[in-house]
């Protein structure tokens, strides 16, 4: 892919601004570039303090000349694909979609195809260029087999700005999870730091020693017995964050084949009727039911709401059937 053409942004630094690391200077100024996507370019060397290549944490001095060379948006190789899209509000700024479970956000190696961002490249003309050539407009993500709603940037301003209202975790965020066994309290928090697990690279912990803060609040919604329907509200993001909290608690999501044995556990239940009813769902039982946030543009707080799906509807009305049940006030 060829290279575009990169404007060049110069900065002086002042009295005030002395003392500041490089990244953080440049992330507080408007030039539409998130912070990880500064210190890749500081890193690549499309950023030069007094005409020298300098490390992201560098601190700066007063009358420092920052040059910034700032490459446009890179064109989509991305394949637009005419796949149907459940669209729940958009306008020139932002599309919300209720994403279907089995449908990956964004393409990545083995899933280069029939990802959210094909079918968004075909519906829209107009995606931010701030996520790059494979994650255009993409702010935020669900997990493949997770359901439900996502918010996708229009223009690269409303992505920098939905991109600040998630890291200050002030997007809310309401989700509706299917979990094994009794959950004996009606209500409680978890509040686990998670990061790479320190052994296998492709899931998350709580026992990473790098984890960073992580904070799931969860309430009882109904209780089968074997199984409890949850209300989960995240206040921050972490990857797998529910999965691997719910997990830790001992009561990790129906379904889930990476964290907390799931299907070993729905296997060895003695129980033909109840270990059919939760085998009847085939993913993770998790569901983004709410999602609300202020507009990026027009600063009106909005909130977007997606019924429980068909599959674990499904499942939650065997339950009943098989089980007792209890529903909470």
């Not at 697990?197 to 089968?224: F, L, N």
């Not at 296997?267 to 569901?287: G, V």
Request: charged fraction near 25%; include cysteine; aromatic fraction near 6%.
């Amino acid at each position: 892919m060829t290279h575009q053409e990169k404007e060049k942004i110069e900065f002086t630094v002042s009295e005030n601004e002395m003392g500041s690391r490089l990244d953080i200077f440049l992330s507080q100024k408007d030039i539409s570039v998130s912070r990880s996507q500064i210190k890749r370019m500081i890193n690549n060397g499309n950023v030069r303090v007094i005409g020298l290549m300098v490390k992201p944490g560098y601190h700066l001095k007063q009358g420092d000349v920052i040059v910034l060379h700032k490459e446009e948006p890179k064109t989509y190789d991305v394949t637009p694909e005419n796949i149907p899209l459940n669209v729940v509000y958009e306008d020139k700024s932002i599309i919300v979609v209720d994403k279907p479970s089995g449908m990956v956000v964004h393409p990545a190696a083995g899933n280069y195809n029939g990802t959210l961002v094909n079918a968004l490249l075909f519906h829209c003309k107009d995606l931010s260029g701030i996520g790059g050539y494979l994650r255009p407009g993409i702010v935020h993500r669900l997990d493949k087999f997770t359901s439900g709603l996502i918010v996708v940037a229009k223009s690269d301003s409303a992505h920098m700005e939905l991109a600040k209202q998630f890291k200050n975790h002030s997007v809310k965020k309401i989700y509706k999870a299917l979990v094994l066994g009794n959950v004996k309290e009606k209500k409680g928090i978890i509040e686990l730091p998670i990061g790479r697990h320190p052994k296998d690279r492709k899931k998350m912990s709580t026992k990473s020693k790098r984890g960073k803060i992580s904070i799931t609040r969860w309430e009882v919604i109904e209780r089968y017995d074997i199984a409890t329907l949850l209300d989960i509200e995240i206040e921050t993001g972490r990857t797998h964050q529910i999965r691997v909290h719910l997990s830790t608690l001992g009561h990790p999501v129906v379904g889930d084949a990476v964290y907390g044995n799931s299907k070993k556990r729905v296997n060895e239940m003695k129980d033909d009727a109840q270990r059919n009813a939760l085998k009847m769902i085939k993913r993770q039982a998790l569901h983004a039911a709410k999602i609300g946030f202020y507009h990026p543009v027009d600063d009106g707080y909005m909130e977007f709401l997606s019924p429980l799906p068909e599959d674990m509807i499904s499942v939650c009305e065997a339950l009943r059937e098989c089980t007792s049940v209890q529903l909470e006030p």
